[in-house]
């Protein structure tokens, strides 16, 4: 079976933003999935704001019920704190053959999780 991928937004907002005293802030906007001629997705989003995030835990889904967690991508907000709009990536190599799902969980540095955006 031939992997495919398919960029279709699950939930009705383009731009997620939290901001909760124990836990901080962020806006993020703009995340994308690619499924590339090498045969990879590659997954983009933009942050603004970010506060009090330790990192990002990438999940996949073949159902868009069940995640799992693949990877992590740490904030950079510990690498350049004067930056105003930070951009992420992350590249999959590995899909599901079928049709792959993408959820970004996100840890703030106190472990409080904040579960947001899916892509399909």
């Known amino acids: 079976m031939k992997t495919t991928f398919l960029l279709i937004a699950v939930i009705f907002a383009s731009t ?3 901001a909760d005293p124990s836990f901080g802030s962020l806006t993020l906007t703009n995340f994308k999935g690619v ?8 997954l983009n989003w933009l942050t603004m704001m970010e506060s009090g995030v330790d990192h990002f ?4 889904s073949g159902d868009g019920l069940n995640f799992q967690d693949i990877d992590s991508v740490e904030s950079k907000m510990k690498i ?8 992420y990536s992350y590249t999959d190599i590995h899909p599901l053959i079928g ?10 540095k106190k472990g409080n ?5 899916h892509r399909k």
């Open 57 to 60: 835990e990438i999940q996949r």
């Open 35 to 42: 499924f590339t001629d090498q045969q990879v997705v590659e």
């Open 16 to 18: 997620f933003s939290y």
């Open 113 to 117: 999780i904040n579960q947001n955006m």
């Open 99 to 108: 049709t792959s799902y993408y959820r970004i969980k996100v840890i703030g």
């Open 80 to 87: 350049s704190t004067s930056d105003y709009q930070l951009h």
